[in-house]
């Protein structure tokens, strides 16, 4: 194959991404077909069949967009944080990064509402996930265990259980923010206060 036809392939292929993506978010998962993707891309079923052989794989190639895009756009400011108070800045910016992407809007929804979630299905999709090793929690985990070390009230600092508990808000305050048709500053400012008060539990 040559380089044109590389990059034609490659091209189609997010191409199916985002419109399954799209479908997901609008429908669900279950009832968006090959061919509901193809009508809408102009493609015959054959062609989505040639990138993705079944509904699964298209699935896991979803999913690992939205992760993807996700870690990218809050690792490095993670990675940076140095306090607390930097740590809080963040942990609110990242809401509205999220909530503001359209594409993580329609990930979120997709997965938070729109995913028949199975018992085959929780189990697949969470061990691809912890495959990946990707996401919101273990950036906070990165970054408290940064934390730990350099701010002496955190010393007692459960640094796993702590995360976890930002990561569920987090996670909860997203997907609630659709059912609850909140602002993008409503989010922001419950976000700000949990932090603040959750932080104070932990650091006594």
């Known amino acids: 194959m ?3 036809s590389r990059e ?12 399954a993506l799209d479908l997901y978010s609008q429908q669900g998962y279950s ?3 090959f061919v509901n993707i193809a009508n809408e891309l102009g493609l015959s079923k054959g062609a989505v069949h040639n990138h993705f052989p079944s509904k699964k794989d298209l699935l896991f190639a979803v999913m690992d967009y939205g992760l993807n895009r996700r870690h990218a756009m809050l690792r490095d400011a993670h990675l940076a944080v140095a306090s607390l108070d930097e740590l809080q800045k963040l ?29 085959e ?11 990946l090793g990707r996401g919101a929690y273990s950036l906070i985990e990165v970054a408290l265990g940064r934390l730990k070390s350099i701010e002496p009230k955190l010393k007692e600092m459960d640094v796993k259980h702590t995360s976890y508990g930002l990561f569920v808000y987090w996670q909860g305050a997203v997907r609630m923010s ?3 048709n909140q602002s993008v500053d409503e989010v922001s400012s419950h976000a700000d206060r949990f932090f603040n008060q959750y932080m104070m539990g932990v650091s006594k």
């Open 121 to 131: 299905m929780v189990q697949q999709l969470h061990d691809y996930r912890t495959q």
């Open 8 to 19: 034609q392939a490659e091209a189609t292929r997010e191409k199916i991404i985002h419109v």
């Open 2 to 4: 040559g380089r044109n």
């Open 178 to 180: 659709f059912v609850f």
């Open 91 to 119: 942990y609110v910016d990242s809401l509205i990064v999220v909530l503001q992407d359209e594409e993580m809007r329609k990930f979120e929804v997709f997965i938070g509402f729109q995913m028949e979630w199975s018992e």
């Open 31 to 33: 009832a968006t077909s």
